[in-house]
């Protein structure tokens, strides 16, 4: 997030990058948000929580109320989000070790979508150790996943 | 960069877009406490030396092989290794730091920095060893329950995630406002008191 954003972030007009603006557009309707990352240093990558910081401002993934500054939902439309993410680390050390990203979408976006909505949280630990077939089984347990909600 | 010597080796990475937002503030109270006290302290703005957080292509390929060849990062990855105290400074958005210093960790806390002999076969490298303090001053729009409910990601991120891979002795700090988008002047004042008394008792 900019400077320039940060300042705006207040006011009426918190988007002020077009590249931002398209982002907000296409998440106007959507009924399913996918996340796809690798989890590096125990959290999502920059450029992933910068898409969070910098497209889910006020007006976009929510409202604050003038007075009371409560947060209003904006993504009620929402109604299942998926995160599919890679580990070197084993589930254990991804458990102890605090998973950021599933914080992020699991609970923090989770308060302003749908009330019903779901979270698939679908990691794939020990990367580097992982030979094909557990990679295939793996695409294959995604695929499964995300199709069978539609 | 500032330095004084004598007392410990205090690095101060701080990320808000913002010079004269309350997090710069903490900040500079922070920088000029620890150096009142003795130590000598290297600040690192990641906002102000326009850090670049995303990694390229180009750079992931070559840090799963050979340490990283990008003099910029190199600066950052000494400071680390120089310091036994790391605070660090930045607002909570999205229950997480900032994707600046996300960026940060990303690029610095990989193989270089944590050991010489990088092997993608390792799960987690080599430590820090000489990271024996880890403190966390953070400000939150919103409120304790409500950070309780979406899980302190960030708080998990850093004192778990990041503290294994510091000295096993490490301390660490958490030192946390909260409801900073209705708070008076008196709060803010306050935990700026609360933060200085903690990281220089």
């Known amino acids: 997030m900019s400077e320039k954003e940060h300042r705006a972030y207040h006011s009426d007009q918190p988007v002020v990058d077009p590249m931002v603006a398209q982002q907000a557009e296409l998440l106007a309707n959507v009924e399913i948000l996918i996340f796809i990352y690798p989890t590096w240093l125990f959290g999502m990558p920059a450029i992933m929580k910068g898409w969070f910081d910098r497209v889910l401002v006020p007006s976009v993934a929510f409202e604050l109320h003038p007075s009371t500054g409560k947060i209003e939902p904006q993504l009620r439309h929402v109604r299942h989000l998926i995160s599919i993410t890679t580990s070197k680390s084993a589930w254990w050390q991804n458990w102890a070790f605090g998973n950021a990203g599933r914080w992020c979408v699991g609970r923090t976006l989770r308060f302003l979508v749908h009330p019903r909505a779901r979270h698939t949280w679908l990691c794939l630990d020990r990367i580097d150790k992982g030979n094909e077939n557990r990679c295939r089984a793996f695409l294959e347990k995604v695929e499964r996943k995300v199709t069978s909600r539609k | ?201």
């Open chain 2, 1 to 201: 960069m500032t330095q004084r010597h004598l007392g410990n080796h205090c690095l101060v990475v701080h990320a808000h877009p913002v010079s004269e937002s309350f997090n710069t503030a903490l900040r500079n109270s922070v920088v000029e406490g620890l150096l009142a006290a003795g130590n000598q302290v290297c600040s690192v703005d990641l906002y102000a030396e326009g850090f670049e957080p995303v990694l390229s292509d180009q750079e992931w390929t070559s840090q799963l092989g050979l340490p990283s060849t990008r003099p910029d990062l190199t600066k950052h990855v000494e400071h680390l290794r120089w310091c036994n105290h790391l605070v660090l400074i930045y607002p909570t958005w999205w229950s997480s730091t900032p994707a600046m210093l996300k960026g940060w960790f990303d690029q610095i806390w990989v193989n270089d920095a944590l050991s010489t002999h990088p092997s993608a076969t390792v799960n987690i490298p080599s430590r820090l060893d000489n990271v024996e303090r880890l403190s966390v001053v953070t400000t939150h729009g919103s409120g304790l329950i409500r950070n309780y409910l979406q899980g302190f990601g960030g708080k998990r991120m850093i004192l778990r995630g990041l503290r294994s891979l510091c000295s096993r002795q490490c301390r660490t700090d958490w030192i946390a406002m909260y409801h900073l988008d209705t708070s008076t002047l008196r709060q803010r004042t306050r935990f700026m008191k609360r933060v200085q008394s903690r990281l220089t008792p």
